[in-house]
């Protein structure tokens, strides 16, 4: 599959979960991501009108992060599954855990990888949702000063065959240095 598809395919597949969520509120119920957030940002896990689908992928989101805080890049790549895919910032996509685990090399001791999700969609079939949320890195320059950066990220869930759920699509992008530089075009 070609590389500039797979946002499509992303991009059809979220509209369909959507769709699906606001016409068959029975089907899909959960969070509204097309909701304006409240003024202050609470815990999804506190809304009262979550599914339990939601609740679950947000349950898996929270013990990944809590699994990479004490395991760095080691205990990333366990979480997912044999096909999956990450997306960076500017960087090929890496097609495969066996590919992540190779690339996902950073120490927690030197290296934090933290995220908040934000949100979460069941899919109607209850076997893949996604959720969604900020991170922020931090670790120290040649001269050990602090460096953190900051993004969002997207990541996409399925459930195996054996009942156990898995990564199948992480995908990040870092939040720009400085307001306006998103938006920019190229210079010649």
């Known amino acids: 599959m070609q590389r500039s598809t797979i946002p499509g395919l992303l991009l059809c597949a979220l509209a369909t979960v959507q769709a699906v969520a606001q016409s068959s509120p029975s089907i899909a119920p959960g969070y509204d991501s097309l909701a304006k957030p409240p003024a202050i940002i609470s815990s999804p896990l506190n809304q009262p009108t979550l599914s339990p689908g939601v609740v679950l992928l947000m349950e898996l989101e929270g013990r990944f992060a809590e699994s990479v805080a004490k395991g760095g890049g080691k205990a990333f790549a366990t979480w997912f599954a044999d096909d999956a895919v ?103």
């Not at 030197?110 to 899919?123: E, I, R, V």
């Not at 050990?144 to 399925?158: A, D, E, L, N």
Request: glycine content about 10%.
């Open 86 to 188: 990450t997306l960076n910032n500017g960087r090929p996509a890496v097609l495969g855990r066996t590919a992540i685990a190779a690339e996902a090399q950073w120490d927690p001791k030197t290296y934090q990888l933290t995220w908040t999700p934000q949100g979460a969609q069941m899919g109607p079939s209850n076997d893949m949702g996604f959720t969604w949320g900020h991170y922020e890195g931090h670790s120290k320059d040649k001269n050990g000063q602090p460096i953190t950066i900051t993004g969002r990220y997207f990541t996409v869930w399925k459930k195996l065959a054996d009942g156990t759920w898995k990564v199948a699509l992480d995908a990040s992008a870092n939040e720009p240095s400085t307001t306006g530089e998103c938006c920019a075009l190229p210079k010649p």
